[in-house]
């Protein structure tokens, strides 16, 4: 199970694009590794529902691993 992964938040340039995260430091997400330094967007969770789904919730692992193998 993963304990915490540590990003860095990278602000957008304008208000309608989503936030990128940095990855700090390499996961290993059932088995498969994502290197430090991985930009991820996260969730791709619409602005208007960014209250209601955190886009680095629960599912960040998920949205990570998706991420990284579509790359």
Same mark, same amino acid.
């Given at each position: 199970?993963i ?9 957008? &340039? ?16 059932? @088995? ?8 991820? &967007?996260?969730?791709s969770?619409p ?11 629960? @599912? ?6 998706? &991420?990284?193998?579509?790359?």
């Amino acid at each position: 199970m993963i304990e915490q992964i540590k990003v860095e938040w990278l602000k957008p &340039d304008s208000w309608n694009e989503l936030p990128k995260f940095r990855l700090l430091e390499g996961v290993t997400i059932n @088995g498969y590794v994502v290197e430090s330094g991985f930009l991820s &967007d996260g969730g791709s969770v619409p602005y208007c529902f960014r209250n209601a789904f955190n886009p680095l919730g629960k @599912g960040f692992p998920a949205f990570l691993s998706h &991420d990284h193998r579509c790359k």
